[in-house]
């Protein structure tokens, strides 16, 4: 007859550590979450901030439990469990199905406004293996895999907050994170192969922002977010040039123009004309300016550049070509997809081609960065970084791949 132990947690956020860093991972929410482990049973060391763990008995068919939520207490398949956090720490090669995907580690499940979260508590470098893979296709070059498991690696301990409940999710509104059914041999490889590596800038970790394609200029993070950092420069981008969406076209139908305006609160009657009137250095939209029967209207900052996005476009990197009529639709014309801002994953692709390693591709996307090492603060659970180097600068680049005055 076998047993989960799933052990009170004293803190949401003070959880121990198994090996190296630990992150915590939001992967499911609801009123109901279904938790099941391997056939095997895992015996985890009882934890010094749970003195007395919670033994839920047996018999529970295949390990699978359905945890939910009853008055502010959570419930394991329906029977209260006298508490609002239960915890399952991870252990080496530990493996946690949950909500129907498999993950690495651990999980903490918690009540949260009527819900449970279930958060996957897991080793950085595991975390990674479900990330790499799933943000960048493992078919590419190693070096290119390898700056994204660095950007990656970065992202996550810029985040690691034992404050709060969680660090990250697991979804793009964090950066995609699938569990074992996304690793693969090559990212793995890239995992492995830059292992403890950050970007870092002023002794943390640096916003290691990416996106697929900058179509052919990087935006900086002030004009797009309105937040000036030295290593986010709008740049010259030639190595982005190879993607699907490196140029693109599409008409959009005055009703859906019309509502898109709207949606922005611009109110000129119906719209005759409408074009992208100011850009920014990376030549995204900085203003838009809409005319129609009742007057004109102006959108700008990052407001111009959303307008375009709500559009459809890839990229607020493009033109409008008005006017707008009942039949006569709007013309957006542009280059690249996403906000433009740090790495270009099609860059890195093409840096890649060029022979470059993944050290000079992160030296050109965060120029002023270094490289340095992540390792754990004793008795914390926050990173700290040990400084490595400063990464390759955008001359050196330039002279390994023969190219100049860009």
Sequence with gaps: MRTLMLMLALSAGA??????????VLVASGPEVTVR???????????????????????FSENTWTVGVRGGVLTLNGQDAGSTTLYLP????????????????????????????????VDVEDYLRGVVPAEMPP???????AAQAVIARTYVAARVNPAQPYDTCATESCQVYRGVAAEQASADAAIQATAGQVVAYGGKPASTYF????????????????????????????????GPRARWRLEVAAAQVQAAAARFRVRVGTLRDVRVTRTSESGR??????????????LTGTDAGSFVRALGAASSRATLSGPVGPTTPLVVEGSGAGHGVGLSQYGALGLARQGQDHLHILGFYYPGTAL???????????????????????????????????
């Design 90 to 121: 991870p252990s080496p090669g530990s493996m946690v199905t949950i909500a129907g995907k498999t993950y690495r580690g651990g999980v903490l499940l918690r009540a949260a406004q009527g819900s449970v979260q279930a958060i996957n508590v």
């Design 139 to 145: 078919s590419w070059p190693a070096a290119a895999l």
């Design 211 to 242: 996106s697929s394609d900058s179509g052919g200029y990087t935006a900086s993070s002030a004009e797009v977010w309105g937040r000036d950092l030295p290593y986010l420069p709008a740049k010259a981008d030639p190595y982005s040039a190879g």
């Design 372 to 406: 340095s090492l992540l390792a754990e603060a004793p008795g914390t659970g926050r990173p700290v970084l040990a400084q490595l180097r400063p990464l390759p600068t955008r001359p050196a680049l330039l002279a390994l791949t023969g190219r100049h005055g860009e």
């Design 37 to 59: 482990l391997p056939v095997t049973p895992l015996n985890p060391p009882a934890s010094p901030l749970a003195p007395a763990p919670v033994v839920v008995p047996q018999p």
């Design 285 to 298: 939209a900085q203003e838009v300016t809409l005319t129609g029967s009742g007057g004109t209207a102006r």
């Design 15 to 24: 959880l121990p550590v198994a090996r190296g860093l630990n992150v915590r």
